[in-house]
């Protein structure tokens, strides 16, 4: 007997790719054979190799809100996905595609559809990306995190399930993150994510504060690629990483406290690990505003605190700090009363009612 095959999809930042990664383990589990379709030089490629999962490249255009020349030649650089992906659809014949978004799903799901192929998205944030915007009406059905977010998707094809969480952060190990740091476990933990290319503005900020903030907190900081600050290598409890991969389930074990963006799936991460957490949504001026939508979602559950990017002051920033350690568990205990579960059973379920 054959196996159900599955394609999975979506690139253009670690956050169209780790939810698809969450799933894998029970995909495999349930004797599913799962392959991938990414771009060639998309952060998607490196991620999933290392998986020893199948991936075909094939081309895609850039999707823009803004006015840019390649807005002319990207859209032929689509049409060539698609047909390249009808090709792969053709050659292995999955029996459903995944998408995660990114733009590279947008020819997938086309092609997917072209070839009578079921499709089920997943949308992480409130209002949908432009990517699952276009691809929502070839889909079958479009997986939702926010109950918010039914009412954004058309055609009655919504389907709240939540967001997929990588089974790995469960299994962090407190004294091994602090080890990694070089921590005795004396003073509180304090964790700075600035997401997977780090936040200029949020690096300022704690550095700002930061000969303050060691005196009451060790600090871990995830600032980004090549934001080392080379002049507080030596400074007594802080340490700082560029990036992190198998660390990061021990250092959010060791953490007692979180100050981070408020992408959808770092803010469910916090809430499946119950850490109190600051929220520092993308602004407007730098974004469609999805972040500060999911943080305004955290902060009325009352999960999270919410600073503005607008409104962020070094001053400010501190006094927050504090109220959020000394008010810690009145927010772990919302978060203990959250209907939010883990997702990935969720999502195979749904995956399996296609099966044929």
Do not use: W
């Not at 070839?138 to 969480?165: H, R």
């Not at 089974?167 to 990694?180: C, R, S, T, V, Y």
């Not at 700002?208 to 600090?219: A, Q």
């Amino acid at each position: 007997m054959s196996k159900f095959k599955i394609i999975m999809t979506g690139g253009g930042s670690a956050g169209h790719v780790t939810p698809n990664l969450a799933l894998v383990p029970k995909l495999k589990e349930l004797g599913y054979e799962v392959q991938y379709i990414g771009t060639r030089d998309g952060i998607e490629n490196g991620i999933i190799k290392k998986e020893n999962i199948k991936y075909h490249s094939i081309s895609s255009g850039k999707l823009r809100r803004y006015f840019d020349l390649k807005n002319f030649t990207d859209p032929f650089k689509v049409i060539k996905g698609i047909f390249k992906a009808i090709s792969i659809m053709k050659k292995e014949r999955p029996n459903i595609v995944f998408s995660k978004g990114g733009f590279v799903s947008v020819p997938v799901v086309m092609a997917a559809h072209f070839c009578h192929i079921p499709v089920i998205a997943h949308e992480s944030d409130i209002t949908p990306g432009l990517a699952n915007k276009i691809a929502a009406p070839y889909c079958d059905k479009v997986c939702v995190t926010f109950p918010e977010s039914i009412k954004n998707i058309k055609g009655n094809k919504a389907i709240l399930t939540g967001t997929p969480i990588r089974q790995e952060l469960f299994k962090g190990n407190k004294a091994k993150g602090l080890d990694i740091c070089g921590f005795k476990g004396e003073k509180a933990v304090l964790l700075v994510i600035g997401g997977s290319l780090g936040s200029k503005v949020i690096n300022d900020k704690v550095r700002g504060i930061l000969k303050e903030i060691v005196k009451t907190y060790d600090v871990i900081h995830i600032c980004g690629k090549n934001n080392i600050d080379n002049s507080l290598t030596n400074l007594r409890g802080y340490k700082q990483f560029d990036y992190v991969s198998d660390e990061l389930p021990h250092l959010m074990q060791a953490a007692d406290i979180v100050i981070s963006r408020a992408g959808a799936n770092v803010i469910f991460e916090l809430l499946a690990l119950k850490k109190p957490n600051i929220l520092i949504p993308l602004s407007k001026k730098s974004s469609r505003g999805d972040q500060i939508l999911n943080a305004a979602s955290f902060e009325k559950a009352g999960y999270s605190v919410v600073i503005q990017e607008e409104d962020l002051k070094e001053d400010s920033l501190r006094n927050k700090i504090d109220e959020l350690y000394k008010n810690k568990k009145t927010y772990i205990d919302n978060m203990n009363s959250s209907a939010a579960k883990n997702s990935v059973d969720n999502i195979i379920e749904l995956i399996n009612k296609y099966k044929k």
